[in-house]
């Protein structure tokens, strides 16, 4: 009787003690590069949050891979993901950060050539959609910087929304050469004639 007594606890202690294990794998795994497990695990956890602040606060957006290009001085950009979780329609209409003035520029068609302007509006996010700040579309300018942006700063950025409610994210700088742009003075509509 004693071997079945013992093997009816091994089985319940072996299966606890085998979760102990991987929690604390995964809770001690190398910060600089995390496992698949513990990619999968954070990912999921940071999408029940941000469901969770959704529903909690209807139109916050989740702002996905945040970054800003690196700059000795003048003028440089912001982009990043925007995801609407919630149920109504979201439209920022404004930025602000402290390195800079800053506005929502677009990319659009200009008397024949694509140029850069402020938008018009802000940016729509829809309901449960979202929108892409991206080099050669809409994104958040940064102009008349006060200090270098160099790759790796990392800068916060605050976005104003339509209803008056705010929301501030980190990006990080990076040096990017990509779609050749120039964030220059002059850059927005000529004057009417």
Known sequence: MPSTT?????????????????????????????????????????????????????????????????????????????????DTDVTITGVTTDVSRAEIHEMAMTDGKMA????????????????????GGDHLMLMDLTRPVRPGDQLDITLTFADGRTQTFTAVAKPFTGAQESYAPGHGPSPAS
């Open 6 to 86: 013992s093997r009816r606890f091994l089985r319940p202690a072996a299966l606890i003690g085998a979760a102990v294990l991987a929690a604390s794998v995964t809770a001690c795994g190398s910060s600089g590069t995390p496992s698949a497990a513990t990619s999968a695990s954070a990912s999921a956890s940071a999408s029940a949050a941000a469901g969770a602040a959704a529903g909690a606060a209807a139109g916050v957006l989740t702002v996905r891979d945040p970054w800003v290009k690196a700059a000795d001085k003048g003028m440089t950009a912001a982009f990043a993901t925007l995801a609407n979780d919630g």
């Open 116 to 135: 850069m302007r402020q938008k018009q509006g802000g940016v729509v996010v829809a309901a449960r959609s979202q929108a892409a700040l991206e080099p």
